[in-house]
């Protein structure tokens, strides 16, 4: 099963591992990608020579550059488009070398560069959360009629079953995939102004340019491309917090319900798995505690993206390489963090006899509101028939009773319901709401959901641009 990121590396994906996503190497080519570009759109505009254009797309790829020896520039300069445009010019011929970089700033180039990165860490995070959909939709499906205590305050509230549970989860996962595609427009977009953002380089064909640019990039585009504007991306970090969040409680969850004094789920994990190198008999949860944590450092990128929003004037580095450490940080935590949520998905075990049995402890109690609510429906009212069951419910806490028995002794209960219908009424199957019906709704739209994710993954991979508002 290839889920997790370590197998995103097989050379049989076609992909680069997760931990390359972000490399000195990843941002060397997208800076040239940023470069091609640029002078491909020049060149249609007749602003450079077509055949410069044509010279500097050849030579515009890593293989062509010392990756060492620009490096090694770059700790010199201090300025890495600076270096960046030194080697590739040098490798141009026939004298296209004099238009790379034309009337362009780094900061252009940097974090155009960084906002492709970002679509190509997308399209991989998008993908897990696809899975992480299909496997809650199994898990709702099979807990579906699985009946469980539902708990608030984390004491026994009302049943349950688990697939409501899941259900849950699979509304508040569908939300953040809504947030996610509709910011797509707003993250995923180019702003290329020049030195300050007003185009001063470009003349008249400033803005045809950047609009030429985005095109060419699939890129959304501002209005105004001021080098004081980073707001889209540190929505995007945002947004991967809040998602941190949200997969952190699920794994909280079912990290807490595999403790032996609930042992109502566990992770499958295989005979192998060894627990401690002390304890032979420990079999620790292992998924979940590896998604909590790494939910955790992702979260911690959210002050560092706030901060970066603070820019000075009409640009200023200091906020980019706040705001781009933060970046490259918490991209690839997010695709590790939801490849292992859903393989953790995909290996939890349901145990429905520790379910029944946890139902049991409270002696009925977790069914008492159902006794209210008939008895209020008998004509007794609704604050009469509460005050009857919670006295009821304290006196068989107190005296170690079963509650059933003394609700059927209770004469004002007994004056409008008989004892058959309380016993009954204490059944947790017969007080679900709309638990299995809510399991299997849910299921169905994470599935479909998952389908239309996907094929928004395979529209990010063919470059399908985005037009920013």
């Known amino acids: ?91 141009c011929e026939r004298g296209a070398g004099d238009y790379v970089h034309w009337g362009a700033t780094t900061q252009n180039v940097m974090q155009a560069a960084e906002v492709l990165l970002i679509r190509e860490s997308h399209q991989r995070l998008l993908g897990h959360l696809a899975g992480c959909l299909d496997a809650l939709a199994v898990q709702a499906e099979n807990g579906a009629e699985l009946v469980m205590a539902g708990r608030t305050q984390r004491r026994h509230a009302l049943p349950i079953t688990f697939g409501f549970k899941v259900a849950a989860w699979i509304d508040e996962l569908l939300r953040h995939e809504e947030r996610l595609r509709t910011a797509e427009p707003r993250v995923f977009t180019l702003i290329f102004g020049g030195a300050v953002g007003a185009m001063h380089s470009f003349g008249d064909a400033g803005e045809a340019l950047s609009r030429k640019l985005a095109d060419k990039l699939a890129l959304g585009c501002f209005d105004v491309p001021s080098r004081s504007v980073n707001d889209h991306m ?19 969850e079912l990290y807490v319900l595999m403790s032996e004094e609930y042992g109502e789920v566990y992770e499958d994990l295989g005979a192998d798995v060894v627990g401690s190198s002390t304890m032979p008999q420990k079999v620790n949860p292992k998924l979940s505690v590896n998604v909590i944590a790494v939910a955790a450092q992702l979260r ?15 640009g200023d580095a200091v906020p980019s390489k706040i705001l781009y450490s933060a970046i490259d940080t918490a991209c690839p935590l997010a695709i590790e963090m939801l490849a292992g949520l859903e393989e953790l998905l995909t290996r939890v075990r349901l145990v429905p006899e520790r379910m029944r049995a946890n139902l049991g402890l409270t002696g009925g109690m977790i069914n008492c509101e159902n006794v209210m609510m008939k008895l209020a429906s008998h004509g007794m009212g609704r604050q009469v028939a509460h005050d009857v069951v919670h006295e009821a419910a304290i006196h068989a806490a107190r005296t170690n009773r079963p509650v059933a028995n003394i609700l059927s002794d209770n004469k004002l209960i007994n004056a409008v319901m008989p004892k058959a219908e309380v016993i009954a009424a204490l059944a947790p199957e017969s007080h679900l709401g709309d638990s299995v019906r809510l399991a299997g709704k849910l299921a169905g739209r994470a599935r479909h959901q998952a389908g239309l994710v996907r094929q928004r993954v395979a529209a990010l991979g063919h470059g399908e641009a985005h037009s920013a508002p």
């Open 234 to 252: 540190v929505e995007y970090v945002l947004l991967l917090g809040l998602l941190a969040s949200s997969c952190s409680k699920i794994a909280q």
């Open 300 to 314: 911690a990128q959210v002050n560092l993206a706030l901060d970066a929003g603070h820019i000075s004037h009409e």
């Open 1 to 91: 099963m290839k889920t997790t990121p370590q197998n995103e590396s097989d050379p049989s994906s076609g992909r680069k591992p997760v931990g390359e996503l972000f490399s000195i190497s990843s941002k060397i080519q997208a800076w040239l990608d940023i470069e091609v570009a640029l002078a491909e759109s020049q060149a249609e505009l007749g602003m450079i020579p077509i055949e410069a254009a044509e010279e500097i797309a050849h030579k515009g790829k890593l293989e062509w550059i010392d990756r060492t020896a620009l490096l090694a520039d770059i700790e010199i300069t201090k300025a890495p488009i600076v270096s960046l445009v030194r080697f590739l010019a040098g490798v």
